[in-house]
């Protein structure tokens, strides 16, 4: 489900292994349909398309989370009286996709979090103000990505103001965490339970995108193990089967966990030049029962995202970036570049990586 970068480079490692990728979506000529997966371009509403789709698979997994209520529902029907594989499962899709479930299974798990409160009824929007610690984040519950749909109040008067301005009661309040450092793990779980994941990722975000992962992070070796620990913790409480990504804040020893997304992630890209499997190999073996690595050695590796505003292949600073043998581009295949808009990365695995992009600043 979805025709993106993500969905691209998972046909760029399923189709050199003998599968053949289909993707469904609105979009024609996608960045997945580029390098070779055929194209099922329709809404995702449309259940007459969507049942011809599912039908013509034989697996199906996401490379994104925002899908339409009515699509998992379809798919839920499809998968119960079919043979389809569905990984990871729509129930863990839709942990993703809403704020407050995603935040009460970490909880539920055992993982620590934010002080978070629920915005959906009147009363709701009068009793937060006065339970909430400032500065306090207002986030939409669900369709919230690369910080959209988030305001920060640093007063009571201020959240009060951003409450009353709403137009739906869909939406949640979360206390703001003084973090000195943001973390990612990339995790995949096969259905006999083996667990696979790389060392987590020491990650930079810039205007709310990432703008740069560090792999591996170098934390602390306990930090490391409880960060790895909590991963576990989730996806043995929601019994996910697949990749995903999931993020965290820390400062000193206290770690909290601030979302995970059911998929291969943003700040895992560094696998795909780490010298060992990439996340997308994992998400092809966890998804068709394939065996899972016995470990996952990996070079250090530092990624920097590619907006829309850095798109610039002709530039000086390109050409002279792809004289170096130790990055290597990776682009999406997107027609039009735009403000904020995830074009591509690079990777680099030379000498020095902490240092790598410092020049381009």
């Not at 699509?71 to 993703?96: H, K, Q, Y």
């Amino acid at each position: 489900m979805g025709s993106g970068q993500l969905a691209r480079m998972f046909a760029l490692e399923a189709i050199p292994n003998g599968y053949e990728v289909s993707v469904y979506s609105p979009e024609q000529n996608s960045p997945a349909g580029g390098v070779g997966a055929k194209e099922f371009v329709f809404d995702y509403e449309d259940k007459d398309a969507l049942l011809s789709f599912l039908r013509s698979i034989d697996a199906l997994t996401f490379e994104f989370e925002n899908i339409p209520d009515f699509a998992l529902s379809t798919i839920e029907d499809f998968e119960r009286n079919s043979d389809l594989i569905v990984r990871p499962s729509t129930s863990c899709i839709r942990i993703a996709q809403n704020r407050w479930k995603e935040k009460s299974a970490f909880r539920e798990a055992g993982i620590p979090t934010v002080n978070f409160f629920s915005v959906f009824t009147e009363q709701d929007k009068n009793d937060v103000p006065k339970k909430v610690g400032y500065p306090c984040i207002l986030k939409t519950n669900t369709m919230g990505y690369d910080g959209k749909g988030q305001v920060k109040c640093k007063s009571e008067d201020e959240l009060i103001t951003a409450l009353s301005s709403l137009k739906e009661l869909n939406h949640i309040v979360e206390e703001f965490f003084p973090f000195t450092s943001e973390a990612s793990v990339i995790f995949a779980r096969f259905q006999d339970g083996t667990i696979s994941h790389y060392r987590p990722s020491l990650n930079i975000h810039k205007n709310h995108i990432l703008d740069l992962t560090f792999h591996p992070g170098n934390f602390p070796s306990m930090i490391e193990t409880k960060l790895v620990d909590y991963a576990k913790k989730l996806a043995e409480k929601i019994d996910y089967i697949g990749v995903f990504g999931i993020e965290f804040f820390i400062k000193e020893d206290r770690i909290l966990c601030n979302e995970f997304a059911p998929r291969p992630h943003n700040s895992g890209h560094f696998s795909q030049d780490s010298g060992s499997l990439s996340q997308f190999s994992l998400q092809l073996r966890t998804l068709c029962n394939l065996p899972a690595p016995t470990e996952i050695p990996v070079r250090p590796v530092t990624m920097k995202n590619i907006l829309g505003e850095d798109y610039k292949p002709e530039s000086k600073l390109w050409m002279e970036t792809l004289k170096n043998p130790h990055f290597r581009l990776h682009l999406y295949g997107k027609t039009e570049a735009r403000k904020g808009r995830k074009m591509g990365h690079w990777n680099y695995s030379g000498p020095k990586p902490e240092s790598a992009f410092e020049h381009w600043e």
